[in-house]
């Protein structure tokens, strides 16, 4: 899957320039690598609220190797941090953004692939600054939902992994609370 986003500025039309270039293996993966969302979009952010917290979680239904993290919130997102919960009880923390930035789309790859067994819980808590003191709110008058636009929010941080090719991506993970949103594999 290939993904870009446009938003129109209102003042005058633009080309686009995209190109994309693919190189066809010459035998099968042995793994697929999947991009998935861990979500919730049921926040409403009240009007002013300098320091709101969401939660989100998911839950792995197979062994998989995790690659990256991505951090994914709108211009009042303040902070992520992203916790995976073993069945064995054990609890790590796997990225913590303390100071997050919309302008900067990151993509933590970890030093090393991490197995991770089935049944891990991915728990991730993030804060959003509603207030006026935040440069980068549109509009701290406003309740905040959900949305794809950059006006409104989200709170849906990616966890690249790897699987078997024959993987069924839809099977993968499984939100463990909050509505669920159809997040790319």
């Known amino acids: 899957m290939f993904e870009m986003h446009y938003t129109a500025n209102g003042k005058q039309a633009a080309d686009d320039q995209t190109k994309v270039g693919f190189v066809v293996a010459k035998a099968p993966p042995k793994h697929r690598l999947l991009t998935l969302g861990v979500a919730d979009a049921g926040f409403a952010i009240p009007p002013g609220d300098p320091n709101y917290e969401g939660k ?4 792995f239904n197979q062994p ?3 690659i990256y993290l991505q951090p994914h919130m709108h211009a009042r997102g303040k902070d992520m941090e992203i ?3 073993y069945p064995t009880g054990e609890k790590q923390v796997m990225l913590s953004v303390p100071n997050y ?3 900067w789309q990151t993509i933590y790859y970890e030093k090393e692939p991490l ?3 089935k049944d891990t819980r991915v728990s991730v808590t993030a804060h959003w600054d509603n207030s006026a003191n935040n440069k980068m709110n549109p509009d701290p008058t406003a309740t905040v939902r959900w949305g794809d636009q950059s006006w409104d ?3 849906v941080p990616f966890v690249g992994v790897l699987v078997d090719r024959d993987a069924d991506p839809k099977k ?3 939100q463990a609370a909050g509505p669920k949103v159809n997040a790319a594999p």
């Open 56 to 59: 989100a979680s998911a839950i």
């Open 101 to 103: 930035s919309y302008l």
């Open 64 to 66: 998989v190797t995790v």
């Open 153 to 155: 929010e989200m709170l």
């Open 83 to 85: 916790r995976f919960e």
């Open 115 to 117: 197995a991770v067994p």
């Open 172 to 174: 993968v993970i499984r």
